[in-house]
């Protein structure tokens, strides 16, 4: 079983849509996770990160975050264009050292 | 924001030299630095955990001889493909963190391609 585990996609959705991305992992221990976006060439950036279970709302993004099942979480409200990217979920599997891994990605693409 | 600078962008080898990618915290100091390969179409792997002032912790299946890991200062950390190949041509990336409560930031990543 990988650490870290995403639909690989892609994910089509039409401008204006929701954009639902999930995320799973396996150790228990987790304590920090994280959404980055990437870029076709490009090194990932920060988009969320979330630390306690609920959700966070940052803009037109949301991220949910499940402990007791493992499950994280990322709603893009009123896709854009310009959010097609991929995304890439990342999880701290150790509360010391920091160890930062992460899933497969999600190719997201959002059609006008 | 916490800024982290990484260099050169790209370069190209010849098979068999050795490269060396710079990755620097601007704006923090870091005292751990983590180092990811990408290949096309794949996600990032982490390579090693490099630690200011200690040695390297590598992942398995990397090879330690081969990718020299130095972080002799709170902002610099590098890493030296030795004796590169074809088969080392990747998109190679370093991240850090100002403390606990942040996220990663990432260097803007050095692109290899062995010749």
């Known amino acids: ?112 | 924001g916490a800024v982290v600078s990484q260099h050169p962008s790209w370069v190209i080898c010849k098979s068999g030299t050795s490269v060396k990618i710079e990755c620097r915290s601007l704006d923090f100091q870091a005292t751990t630095m983590f180092w990811y390969r990408q290949f096309p179409k794949q996600s990032l792997m982490l390579m090693a955990t490099s630690n200011e002032g200690s040695k390297a912790t590598y992942e398995q299946g990397v090879e330690k001889d081969k990718f020299l890991i130095n972080h002799a200062s709170l902002t610099l950390s590098t890493l030296t493909v030795t004796s590169a190949h074809p088969e080392d041509s990747s998109f190679y990336i370093c991240s850090a963190r100002p403390g606990r409560d942040y996220g990663y930031t990432f260097g803007s990543g050095t692109r290899l391609t062995v010749v």
């Open chain 1, 1 to 112: 079983q990988k650490e870290v585990e995403q639909n690989s996609g892609p994910l089509s959705v039409p401008e204006g849509a929701i954009a639902s991305l999930n995320c799973t992992y396996s150790d228990r221990g987790s304590q920090s996770f994280f959404w980055y976006r990437q870029y076709s060439g490009k090194s990932p950036e920060l988009i969320m990160s979330i630390y306690s279970n609920g959700d966070k709302e940052d803009g037109r993004f949301t991220a949910q975050l499940n402990k007791a099942s493992q499950y994280v979480s990322l709603l893009i409200r009123d896709s854009q264009p310009s959010d097609s990217a991929t995304y890439l979920c990342a999880v701290n599997i150790s509360p010391r050292g920091g160890k930062l891994i992460f899933g497969q990605g999600t190719e997201l693409s959002v059609k006008p």
